[in-house]
């Protein structure tokens, strides 16, 4: 299952991608929102997938660390649906969102980062992923609402850590023992 998740993560970056690219082209494209939209329900997946496969391992500390950082990738794209539907980008998902990105980006990274099953380049990817995160997270204090140019460089960082992890996750083997979760 470690191949499907982290395909999807990199799937998901890549429609992120091209998200991005379109919004940067034209602020009102609506099919450039989709496409982030559905990015950040595929990182959300892939994110899910890595709890449920057990890369972070067991226990409350990698269920909190990683259900929260999943929820915060979807608030972010339930606030582009609202924005998409009202035409207003004033609404509670996107802080939600990216608070909920911080803090269990930091729990999940160091939950994975511990558990041990990335091994090698593979263990840092995720909190490669966070940092950059915050470094695009920084930036967007300093703009207006528009993307801006110099903003792409940080934008592209975070999504190859994004493309990173899922390789990083696509390329691990289970770990030994491992039951997926159900419930």
Known sequence: MNKVWGSVGIAAAVLWAAGILLQYADADST?????????????????????????AGRGVFPAIGLGVWSFGHLSIALGGFVELATGNADN??????GLSQIIGG????????????????????????VVTYLAVFATLFTTTDEVQAWQ????????????????????TAPPAGAVARTA
């Open 31 to 55: 099919p450039g929102e989709l496409l982030i939209d559905v990015g950040f329900i595929g990182i959300a997946a892939m994110i899910a997938g890595m709890l449920a496969a057990g890369v």
């Open 92 to 97: 509670a998902f996107y802080p939600l969102g």
């Open 106 to 129: 930091v729990l999940a990274a160091v939950a994975l980062a511990r558990a041990g099953v990335l091994t090698g380049w593979r263990r840092w990817t995720p909190v490669a992923w």
């Open 152 to 171: 792409l460089v940080p934008f592209a960082l975070w999504l190859a850590s994004i493309a990173l992890t899922g390789a990083a996750v696509a390329t």
